[in-house]
Protein backbone atom coordinates (compact mmCIF):
# COMPACT_ATOMS: atom_id res chain seq x y z
CA UNK A 1 0.00 0.00 0.00
CA UNK A 2 1.53 3.16 -1.06
CA UNK A 3 2.25 5.78 2.00
CA UNK A 4 -0.05 9.09 2.54
CA UNK A 5 2.75 11.39 0.57
CA UNK A 6 1.84 9.26 -2.61
CA UNK A 7 -2.13 9.99 -2.35
CA UNK A 8 -1.28 13.68 -1.78
CA UNK A 9 1.16 14.25 -4.53
CA UNK A 10 -1.13 14.71 -7.52
CA UNK A 11 -1.65 16.85 -10.36
CA UNK A 12 -4.00 17.13 -13.11
CA UNK A 13 -3.25 15.32 -16.56
CA UNK A 14 -5.05 15.17 -20.07
CA UNK A 15 -6.38 11.65 -21.20
CA UNK A 16 -7.17 12.05 -24.68
CA UNK A 17 -10.55 9.64 -26.09
CA UNK A 18 -11.69 8.36 -29.20
CA UNK A 19 -14.41 10.53 -30.45
CA UNK A 20 -17.49 10.06 -28.38
CA UNK A 21 -15.82 7.63 -26.16
CA UNK A 22 -15.49 10.51 -23.19
CA UNK A 23 -18.43 9.18 -21.36
CA UNK A 24 -17.56 5.53 -21.37
CA UNK A 25 -13.78 6.24 -20.15
CA UNK A 26 -15.06 8.16 -17.29
CA UNK A 27 -17.21 5.94 -16.33
CA UNK A 28 -15.26 3.17 -16.44
CA UNK A 29 -12.17 4.43 -14.61
CA UNK A 30 -14.77 5.28 -12.04
CA UNK A 31 -15.71 2.37 -11.47
CA UNK A 32 -12.95 -0.02 -11.62
CA UNK A 33 -10.82 3.10 -9.22
CA UNK A 34 -11.00 0.82 -6.03
CA UNK A 35 -11.25 -2.27 -7.22
CA UNK A 36 -8.01 -2.44 -9.23
CA UNK A 37 -6.65 -0.14 -6.42
CA UNK A 38 -5.76 2.43 -8.51
CA UNK A 39 -7.99 4.91 -5.82
CA UNK A 40 -4.55 5.57 -4.15
CA UNK A 41 -3.18 7.04 -7.20
CA UNK A 42 -6.54 8.68 -9.22
CA UNK A 43 -8.53 10.88 -6.89
CA UNK A 44 -10.74 12.54 -9.48
CA UNK A 45 -12.11 11.83 -13.50
CA UNK A 46 -13.67 15.37 -15.01
CA UNK A 47 -15.52 15.19 -18.35
CA UNK A 48 -16.09 19.08 -18.02
CA UNK A 49 -20.24 19.55 -19.68
CA UNK A 50 -23.20 22.08 -19.68
CA UNK A 51 -26.78 21.60 -20.76
CA UNK A 52 -27.75 22.94 -23.82
CA UNK A 53 -31.54 23.69 -24.18
CA UNK A 54 -33.17 24.11 -27.63
CA UNK A 55 -37.25 25.05 -28.19
CA UNK A 56 -38.14 23.73 -31.43
CA UNK A 57 -42.11 23.81 -32.49
CA UNK A 58 -42.58 24.77 -29.08
CA UNK A 59 -40.45 21.46 -27.35
CA UNK A 60 -37.74 22.28 -25.05
CA UNK A 61 -35.43 19.66 -25.57
CA UNK A 62 -32.01 19.66 -23.71
CA UNK A 63 -28.85 18.31 -24.79
CA UNK A 64 -25.60 17.77 -22.48
CA UNK A 65 -22.40 19.34 -24.26
CA UNK A 66 -18.74 18.17 -23.69
CA UNK A 67 -16.80 21.61 -22.85
CA UNK A 68 -13.43 19.63 -24.37
CA UNK A 69 -14.80 16.75 -26.59
CA UNK A 70 -12.16 13.92 -27.26
CA UNK A 71 -10.81 14.69 -23.74
CA UNK A 72 -11.12 13.52 -19.76
CA UNK A 73 -9.14 15.10 -16.91
CA UNK A 74 -7.60 13.36 -14.08
CA UNK A 75 -6.41 14.42 -10.96
CA UNK A 76 -4.16 11.76 -10.23
CA UNK A 77 -0.52 11.00 -9.14
CA UNK A 78 1.17 9.92 -12.08
CA UNK A 79 5.24 10.38 -11.12
CA UNK A 80 6.87 8.89 -8.25
CA UNK A 81 9.36 10.79 -6.16
CA UNK A 82 12.39 10.52 -8.28
CA UNK A 83 10.59 11.63 -11.60
CA UNK A 84 9.82 8.73 -13.09
CA UNK A 85 6.02 7.64 -14.34
CA UNK A 86 4.45 5.12 -12.03
CA UNK A 87 3.64 1.80 -13.88
CA UNK A 88 0.19 1.08 -11.74
CA UNK A 89 -1.76 4.24 -13.09
CA UNK A 90 -0.39 4.37 -16.03
CA UNK A 91 -0.91 1.39 -18.08
CA UNK A 92 -4.44 1.54 -16.18
CA UNK A 93 -5.25 4.79 -17.77
CA UNK A 94 -3.46 3.67 -20.81
CA UNK A 95 -5.37 0.05 -21.01
CA UNK A 96 -8.71 1.38 -21.04
CA UNK A 97 -10.69 1.46 -23.75
CA UNK A 98 -11.36 4.35 -25.76
CA UNK A 99 -8.17 6.22 -24.52
CA UNK A 100 -5.94 7.10 -27.22
CA UNK A 101 -3.05 8.06 -24.52
CA UNK A 102 -2.11 11.16 -22.30
CA UNK A 103 -1.46 14.29 -23.94
CA UNK A 104 2.45 14.64 -23.99
CA UNK A 105 2.73 10.82 -25.27
CA UNK A 106 5.07 9.31 -23.20
CA UNK A 107 5.76 12.58 -21.01
CA UNK A 108 2.47 14.00 -20.41
CA UNK A 109 2.80 17.37 -18.58
CA UNK A 110 0.41 18.19 -15.30
CA UNK A 111 -2.23 21.01 -16.42
CA UNK A 112 -0.70 24.57 -14.81
CA UNK A 113 -2.84 25.72 -12.30
CA UNK A 114 -4.59 28.56 -14.32
CA UNK A 115 -5.53 26.11 -16.34
CA UNK A 116 -7.61 23.77 -14.30
CA UNK A 117 -8.85 26.79 -12.34
CA UNK A 118 -10.43 28.24 -15.83
CA UNK A 119 -11.66 24.73 -16.59
CA UNK A 120 -13.33 23.86 -13.07
CA UNK A 121 -14.48 27.75 -12.89
CA UNK A 122 -16.33 26.86 -16.15
CA UNK A 123 -17.63 23.56 -14.74
CA UNK A 124 -19.08 25.37 -11.66
CA UNK A 125 -20.34 28.04 -13.55
CA UNK A 126 -22.56 25.62 -15.73
CA UNK A 127 -23.63 23.45 -13.27
CA UNK A 128 -27.58 23.20 -12.46
CA UNK A 129 -27.92 25.95 -15.58
CA UNK A 130 -29.01 25.70 -19.08
CA UNK A 131 -27.30 27.58 -21.63
CA UNK A 132 -29.66 28.28 -25.11
CA UNK A 133 -28.57 26.31 -27.75
CA UNK A 134 -28.31 30.06 -30.10
CA UNK A 135 -28.28 33.74 -27.90
CA UNK A 136 -29.14 36.70 -29.48
CA UNK A 137 -29.36 40.04 -28.60
CA UNK A 138 -31.68 42.74 -28.19
CA UNK A 139 -31.08 45.08 -31.65
CA UNK A 140 -29.64 42.53 -33.48
CA UNK A 141 -29.85 41.85 -37.38
CA UNK A 142 -31.21 38.47 -38.53
CA UNK A 143 -32.59 36.91 -41.55
CA UNK A 144 -35.64 34.93 -41.15
CA UNK A 145 -34.79 31.76 -42.65
CA UNK A 146 -38.84 29.77 -42.17
CA UNK A 147 -42.33 30.86 -42.61
CA UNK A 148 -44.05 33.70 -44.52
CA UNK A 149 -41.32 36.14 -43.98
CA UNK A 150 -38.61 33.81 -45.11
CA UNK A 151 -35.48 35.76 -46.56
CA UNK A 152 -36.54 39.24 -44.96
CA UNK A 153 -34.50 40.78 -42.43
CA UNK A 154 -34.99 42.22 -39.27
CA UNK A 155 -33.63 43.56 -35.84
CA UNK A 156 -34.86 41.73 -32.75
CA UNK A 157 -36.90 43.99 -30.36
CA UNK A 158 -37.85 41.33 -27.62
CA UNK A 159 -36.36 37.86 -26.53
CA UNK A 160 -38.30 35.26 -24.40
CA UNK A 161 -35.56 32.24 -23.90
CA UNK A 162 -37.93 30.15 -21.54
CA UNK A 163 -40.24 29.85 -24.47
CA UNK A 164 -37.59 29.67 -27.13
CA UNK A 165 -39.54 33.05 -29.10
CA UNK A 166 -37.90 36.29 -31.07
CA UNK A 167 -39.96 39.08 -31.71
CA UNK A 168 -38.70 40.76 -34.92
CA UNK A 169 -39.40 43.81 -36.30
CA UNK A 170 -39.74 43.24 -39.92
CA UNK A 171 -40.21 45.87 -42.84
CA UNK A 172 -43.11 45.40 -45.11
CA UNK A 173 -43.98 47.34 -47.59
CA UNK A 174 -42.23 50.38 -46.15
CA UNK A 175 -43.63 49.55 -42.79
CA UNK A 176 -41.67 47.96 -39.73
CA UNK A 177 -44.21 45.28 -37.96
CA UNK A 178 -43.32 43.01 -35.42
CA UNK A 179 -42.96 39.27 -36.35
CA UNK A 180 -42.76 36.39 -33.38
CA UNK A 181 -40.71 34.00 -34.35
CA UNK A 182 -38.94 30.61 -33.22
CA UNK A 183 -35.13 31.03 -32.43
CA UNK A 184 -34.80 28.28 -35.27
CA UNK A 185 -36.68 30.63 -37.99
CA UNK A 186 -33.78 32.37 -37.89
CA UNK A 187 -29.86 32.79 -38.38
CA UNK A 188 -27.40 35.33 -37.87
CA UNK A 189 -26.68 37.76 -40.43
CA UNK A 190 -22.62 37.04 -41.37
CA UNK A 191 -20.20 40.23 -40.04
Not at 48 to 69: L, S
Not at 117 to 130: C, F, M, P
Not at 167 to 176: A, D, H, L
Amino acid sequence: MPDTEEIIDTKWYVVQTLSNKEQAVKRYLERYLVKEEMDVYIKEVLMPTETITEVKNGKKTQKVRKFYPGYVFLHMRLYDDDGQILQNPWYFVNGVDGVIGFVGGNNPMPLKETEINRILSQVQEADGKETPKVTYEIGEEVKITDGPFLNLNGNIDEIDPDRGKLKVSVSIFGRFTPVELEYWQVERLSD
